[in-house]
């Protein structure tokens, strides 16, 4: 099972940045007009600024919809990223749909070590590794993918290996 971006979802998250922009942009020209304090000023910036990269993080996104991020199937979990690679069953622990900060996040729970995405993954596949209690996992934001979480799990339950 091929697990893509929804390509709906992210157009429809990377016109929203851009509306995000553009009023942030008004708004530093109103502020601009009439005088501000600084902090009105980096405020203005900053939340246009951080709305414009989480933009193109959404059509980076829209540009790779068609192609898979994450593959399920009898070897493993395979995120496709250079620096993560394969998982193979026997380095994973569990594999969980778990709510994180209200928000659903499908995350492969692997023995150390755990393969290390680089900040390029972090930042435009929302790809990281959480260490917690001595347990690594990988973890994504579901929501992103074309799948259901019915069946990423009827996936998973279908190509591991029993126990």
Same mark, same amino acid.
């Given at each position: 099972?091929?697990?893509?971006?929804?390509?709906?979802?992210?157009? @429809?998250?990377?016109?929203?940045?851009?509306?995000?922009?553009?009023? +942030? =942009? /008004?708004? !530093?020209?109103? %502020?601009?007009?009439? #005088?501000?304090?600084?902090?009105?000023?980096? @405020?203005?910036?900053?939340?246009?600024?951080?709305?414009?990269?989480? +933009? =193109? /993080?959404? !059509?980076?996104? %829209?540009?790779?919809? #068609?192609?898979?991020?994450?593959?399920?199937?009898?070897?493993?979990?395979?995120?496709?990223?250079?620096?993560?690679?394969?998982?193979?069953?026997?380095?994973?622990?569990?594999?969980?749909?778990?709510?994180?900060?209200?928000?659903?996040?499908?995350?492969?729970?692997?023995?150390?070590?755990?393969?290390?995405?680089?900040?390029?993954?972090?930042?435009?596949?929302?790809?990281?590794?959480?260490?917690?209690?001595?347990?690594?996992?990988?973890?994504?934001?579901?929501?992103?993918?074309?799948?259901?979480?019915?069946?990423?799990?009827?996936?998973?339950?279908?190509?591991?290996?029993?126990?």
């Amino acid at each position: 099972m091929d697990l893509r971006f929804d390509r709906n979802r992210m157009v @429809a998250s990377a016109a929203a940045c851009i509306v995000g922009c553009v009023v +942030g =942009i /008004v708004l !530093l020209a109103a %502020v601009l007009d009439h #005088g501000a304090p600084a902090f009105v000023y980096g @405020a203005v910036i900053g939340g246009t600024v951080a709305t414009g990269l989480y +933009g =193109i /993080v959404f !059509l980076v996104h %829209v540009v790779n919809a #068609g192609k898979p991020v994450v593959t399920i199937d009898d070897r493993g979990i395979e995120f496709h990223r250079p620096e993560v690679g394969l998982v193979p069953w026997a380095s994973v622990e569990k594999v969980e749909i778990e709510k994180v900060m209200g928000s659903k996040r499908f995350s492969v729970y692997v023995r150390p070590p755990a393969p290390r995405p680089g900040l390029a993954t972090k930042l435009l596949y929302s790809l990281a590794l959480l260490k917690r209690g001595g347990t690594e996992r990988l973890t994504t934001i579901l929501g992103r993918f074309d799948a259901s979480e019915a069946d990423i799990r009827a996936a998973v339950d279908r190509y591991r290996p029993a126990a």
